[in-house]
């Protein structure tokens, strides 16, 4: 038995799925061929990822597959408790409902270990941490896991750097086919999505200034600009820095940036990037969001540290005053904002990430026991495959290499 908010949205959660479904064309047509074939027979699976439409999918797609699946949410405010009273309702073992306390995320977790996991599937690597940290009796038993975002990889690398990685896991969040699509596309649509559900400003004739030039920075800051606003990037890394001026963004410290900013959106990974000396400074009715997976990057202490009073003023939107009379308008309490106020990526762009979850885990399923501990790269073959059962969902077809082209690219022979 799992717990959820509330049964009674089963059937509004159920719809959203379904719609989720007619958008991920790739991940259905696996469902498709490992139904059949029960291709994860008997595999016991402990999940902790986002609890959405798309999530869903996957979760029915492991089942269809013939998996034994507990699932919770990675994020205590990204669970929408519709789609988890579906998938209850399905028969789905699932701990998790928007709102949750530090203590009940974590016990949530705990409940998911409690199937005795083979594999497990991370974002933000929660539940790899609790394994290794709190339940280390589960890990006889486990073979193998995967880690779907920048962060829990960062996390997991630091472990396998210290000896301190017990089981497998393979880096979904590095395969092309889901850091160059949902961390761009879908990151860049979905977190200007939650801002303007959040607040219902108008972007053009802005200045958003976005933190972090990575996958998601790349698209929030196209997006951002395709809205009119004019985009501001702070970095921390030249490469990317020069890379962001070169696309015809402001490049500046966020010292000067927090000066003129009106929209702040951060994409980090990283902690403290906006603070209260940041917070000093800002204009009047300054917006701060966050993108990045832990609610770390704007500094949620420090503002409540500084400011006199603040009140809900709509929906996951909390208004700060400061000392001085100025207001900030903090968004879904500095945590992930396109999943926290809006609905997170869109099934398009899951639909890859998550046939590559799928693949990794029915490769995971197979060879997990015959992998030293460590992070793993998909093979490119997975890749590819992925990208060419979306192009074909697309009706989009591609040229081949000729044999005498093949023999050209691979030869030194040929020159002017
Ligand atoms: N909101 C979502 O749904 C979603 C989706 C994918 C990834 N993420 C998360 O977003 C974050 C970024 O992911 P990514 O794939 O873009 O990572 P990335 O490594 O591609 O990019 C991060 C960028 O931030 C820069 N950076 C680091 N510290 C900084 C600082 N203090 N100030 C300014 N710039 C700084 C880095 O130099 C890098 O260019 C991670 O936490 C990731 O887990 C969230």
Not at 371 to 384: A, C, M
Request: some cysteine; proline content about 3%; overall charge negative.
């Amino acid at each position: 038995m799992g717990k959820i908010r509330d049964p009674s949205l089963a059937d509004s959660g159920r719809k959203k799925i379904e719609w989720a479904e007619s958008r991920m064309p790739v991940l259905m047509r696996l469902r498709k061929s490992h139904s059949s074939e029960k291709t994860l027979s008997g595999v016991r699976i402990a999940g902790c990822l986002h609890v959405t439409k798309e999530t869903a999918v996957l979760v029915e797609t492991f089942k269809a597959a013939g998996a034994e699946v507990s699932w919770c949410g990675c994020n205590p405010l990204s669970t929408q408790d519709d789609v988890a009273a579906a998938l209850d309702a399905a028969g789905v073992e699932i701990f998790a409902w928007r709102g949750l306390s530090p203590e009940e995320y974590y016990w949530c977790i705990e409940q998911t270990l409690k199937i005795g996991p083979k594999l497990t599937l991370d974002d933000g690597a929660d539940l790899i941490f609790t394994v290794h940290t709190k339940h280390p009796e589960y890990l006889s038993h486990i073979e193998g896991g995967t880690e779907e975002t920048t962060t829990g990889i960062h996390r997991i690398r630091s472990m396998a750097k210290e000896g301190k990685l017990r089981y497998p896991i393979v880096a979904v969040n590095d395969a092309e086919t889901k850091s160059d699509f949902d961390n761009v596309y879908g990151t860049g649509q979905s977190a200007i999505d939650g801002v303007i559900r959040a607040t219902n400003v108008l972007f053009a004739g802005k200045n958003v200034v976005i933190s972090g030039f990575g996958h998601c920075g790349r698209g929030l800051a196209s997006r951002a600009r395709g809205l009119g606003a004019n985009v501001i990037v702070t970095e921390v890394d030249p490469i990317k820095a020069l890379k962001a001026r070169m696309e015809g963004f402001e490049v500046m410290k966020m010292s000067e940036a927090s000066r003129i900013g009106d929209i702040f959106i951060s994409a980090t990974g990283c902690k403290d990037v906006i603070t209260k000396d940041h917070f000093a400074v800002m204009k009047d009715g300054a917006i701060l969001a966050n993108a990045g997976h832990f609610n770390v990057e704007v500094s949620v202490s420090d503002l409540e540290n500084i400011a006199r009073g603040s009140r809900e003023i709509r929906p996951d939107n909390r208004e700060y005053t400061l000392q001085d009379g100025r207001r900030l308008y903090l968004l879904a309490e500095g945590r992930l904002v396109n999943l926290a106020a809006a609905e997170g990526h869109p099934s398009e762009v899951m639909d890859m990430s998550f046939a590559n979850q799928f693949l990794s885990i029915l490769r995971l399923a197979k060879e997990g026991k015959n992998l030293k501990p460590d992070v793993y790269e998909i093979p490119r073959s997975q890749d590819e495959q992925v990208a060419r059962l979306k192009l074909e969902s697309m009706g989009i077809s591609i040229d081949e290499l000729t044999k005498e082209q093949q023999h050209y690219l691979s030869s030194w022979g040929e020159g002017t």
